[in-house]
């Protein structure tokens, strides 16, 4: 700490205890031990010259003539007991001295005053830590809270004013922030602990209050890696060496890698990588405490929410700063920011973005609002950024996309040479007989012959291929995967799309404590659970081969999966759960599967088909087209899927949705 005296003698507390009062010329004229091991908070009397000193290690207030720096009786401290009154200041006439810190009464953080008699009074303080006091010329008190309350007392210590935050307060969320698999979804809480919970998609670029527990997002992983003390006053360790953190250095929060080989601490200063030997990846000074992060699961994004009462998006590979978002505490306006200035956000929130212009120690800054640049409001870049991974790339694929709608409004077509590619499969055929199914095979045969019909316009033809039956083996389902993605990877500017279906059934087995989700090929063997992992195609093997898919164009997957009374002991149905599906709908991936985990998959004479591949072949040959612009978009499909599949099943079957990309799909069909 450091404090001036009234004729420009100097003050000063140190590491080592000592206190250390110099003259007006920078001369030491004596040094004292302070009597504890952290001073920290000091200032001079403006009347008499004493000096007040309070410490981050005690509740002790120690007084010091301002002149000798020799010892003067303390204010009464009776009772006293919890944490400590590190803020001192002296009231404008220096006939009160107060103080306030971590100290807590009565769950509240109050602000202590000792008048010219010694008698103490008890002021209204904080919620939070008291983290600075300043006397004001009335005689009243500006108090400052880490909740970023701001309050004024007047000259009898009655509250003036009280200003309270509108951001979140993201203490305490440690183990709050959830993020979903691909970084676009975060679910964080205005309030500290998490409470009044609200979630942020930025790819919807909305808002919301009390988000469903629909397993979208998950906490973050803090297991697997033997990082100690990384919420704790003492120094974090990992395998119990401590990390190279600065002096004083307090961690916060972690994240560990999905990877297991790697890890991210906030700190109040800094955001931090680490390996699984300790050593630093990378740093990135903070806005703030880094109060709660969280790591994406595709490995990519780093999601840290700060004292500032931000959220920022970070890449893994460096940290490199990415995106921001202020939510405001109405739970209604927020306002995205890349780091070069381009926004998003509401009309109310988008008001309160200002750049700073500093002219200097001495003078005061200029502001001017960011929309006054021009191009700076760019909803259609900010969506992009994340999936992207940096500005650049998002302002090409924005300006691509604006193109494209030029041309397809002009010429009445979807993207100019792009393909659309088709892999459907269907299988029946089983070899235990309570698994068969009737149409599993026409399914796949007609999805690819209606698609084909828009293989010469709105699309040029690209890979097909149709698996039936004894075709469609576990090894020749991923070896079509393969030719898919390798002739995925020759398109241009990745407008490419992309439709996989798999009709048959699915299942989701219990390994341990965890669940997977697995395909079931023609060769699957279902004799014993671990016979039908082995031979099945798990969703993790799924998952990568339609991420691989979806890193060089969109990519519709429609699962047509299970059917009444099918079960691997002929006893129950085959159900898909909804988060395994969730899984697979990442980035450039849409998901549309036949029924909800509790539902069974239905097929009947009438459609010689499944329910559910029935209603998106209705779907692109019925007028579903909304907007009248002679196409069949990504929400009028699933909207027409979601509301037609339940009036066939009579409300025995609902579509399970994830939508990740938007835009037209199809031409409509006669």
Known sequence: GVAFAPDGRLATTSDDGRLRLYDADGGLIRAVDSGFAQPFGLAFNPVDGRLAVGFVDTTAVRLFDGATLAALPPPDGTGIDNWDLSKIAWSADGATLFAAGRHQDGGVHPVLAWDTTGARTRLPGGDSTVMSLTALPDGGLLVAAADLVLGVLDAEGQPRWTHRPVQMDARDQHRALAVSADGLVVDFGFEVWGKRPARFDVAALALTQNPPEDGRTAPPRQDGLAVKNWISIKPPTLNGTPLPLDRYERSRSLAIHPDGDRFVLGTEWSLRAFDDTGTELWRRAAPGIVWAVNIAANGDLVVAAYHDGTLRWHRMDNGTELLALFPFDNGEDWIAWEPEGRYAGTLRATRALRWVVNRGWDATPETFRAGEIRQSFRPEVIRRVLPLLGTTPAIHAAENAARTEDFRRLTGGLVPGARLHVLAIGVGDYAADHLTLQYADDDATDVATTLSEQMDWPY???????????????????????????????????????????????????????????????????????????????????????????????????????????????????????????????????????????????????????????????????????????FISVGELTEYVTRRLPVMTGGRQTPTIETRFTGDLFAIGS
């Open 460 to 630: 040029q033809p690209g890979f097909q291929l149709t698996l039936r039956q004894e075709e469609a083996t576990a090894r020749s389902i991923l070896f079509a995967f393969s030719r898919l993605r390798e002739t995925l990877a020759r398109s241009p500017q990745g407008q490419d799309l992309a439709v996989v279906l798999f009709s048959g059934h699915g299942v989701v087995q219990d390994i341990g404590e965890e669940k997977e989700f697995y395909l079931l090929p023609h060769d699957v063997d279902v004799t014993r659970p671990e016979d039908l992992r082995r031979t099945a195609i798990s969703g993790y093997v799924l998952r990568q081969q339609i991420k691989a898919l979806a890193a060089h164009g969109r990519v519709l997957v429609l699962i047509d999966a299970c059917n009444a009374g099918a079960a691997l002991s002929g006893g129950g149905p085959l159900g898909i759960a909804g988060r395994h599906l969730r899984a697979l709908a990442t980035g450039n991936v849409t998901v549309l599967a036949s029924s909800r985990a509790i539902e069974v998959s239905r097929e009947d004479d009438a459609w010689r088909n499944g329910a559910f591949t029935e209603a998106v072949l209705e779907a692109l040959t019925h007028a579903n087209d909304h907007d009248g612009n002679g």
